[in-house]
């Protein structure tokens, strides 16, 4: 009788070891496995993320020389013709650049601070285009803050005054008009002129989309269109304030 009890015991202690050892051995796989799965993910979402990052990058360091070199140029045409405007353009000049700098190193910057910039851009082209170049201003100042991509209003006043302005023989008007409306932000620039296929195609309005695609995707967009005699382009972009 005691053999068999002990027998007995000893069989059920064998088989509470076996199935410790196979739950331990078990349980030991599925954490690796859950932590190799948590790893991989982490892992994918990361370089997703830095490769985004990386491609907002260069496409923002392509801008950068596209609208310095042309205000360059038209300080070389100053300096010896009218030193005064040259010094203003100089002073103007150093601003774009700081802000230039600023924008590298983020994605986003305020309506504001693009603002401020583009009146800097726009003092540099008025010193060059004279009385041919008028501004019309019509701002919502509740959209002061919004982040916004930055040179992207620029980019379309900058693509306003080469393929419109500057194509005019007695210049004309740009219009730039900002509003708030239902968590969407619509920044607009007309100027008169033609709309062309360069134009709608152009380097800095192509950088400008991939830009808005990488930031929100679908829910921005970007459109050029001739209206009312004059071309309009028009940057919609989805905000929470």
Known sequence: FWRLLVASQ?????????SFVLGTFFNMHFMIALWLAIYITVHLIWSRFASREAQLQALQAQINPHFLFNSLNGLRGL?????????????????????????????????ADELDAV?????????????????????????ASVPIPP????????NALKHGIANQPEGGTVHIRTQLQSNTLCMEVSS????????????????????????????????LE??????????QLPCAL
């Not at 009146?119 to 959209?143: M, N, P, S, T, V």
């Not at 040179?151 to 900058?158: D, F, K, P, W, Y």
């Not at 001739?226 to 309009?232: M, N, P, R, S, T």
């Open 10 to 18: 000893l069989g059920k202690m064998q088989i509470s070891m076996q």
């Open 79 to 111: 300096i010896l013709e009218n030193p005064h405007a040259a010094q203003e353009m100089v002073t103007r000049l150093a601003q774009l650049l700081r802000y230039s700098l600023h924008q590298s190193r983020q994605s986003t910057v305020t309506l």
């Open 119 to 143: 009146r800097d851009y726009l003092a540099i082209e008025k010193i060059r285009f004279e009385d041919r170049l008028q501004i019309h201003w019509q701002l919502d100042a509740d959209a």
């Open 151 to 158: 040179m992207s209003l620029q980019t379309l006043v900058e």
């Open 192 to 223: 008169p002129g033609m709309l062309q296929i360069s134009e709608r195609n152009g380097t800095g309005l192509s950088n400008l989309q991939e830009r808005l695609k990488l930031l929100h995707g679908p829910l921005a967009r970007l459109r």
């Open 226 to 235: 001739k209206k009312d005699g004059a071309v309009l382009a028009t940057i």
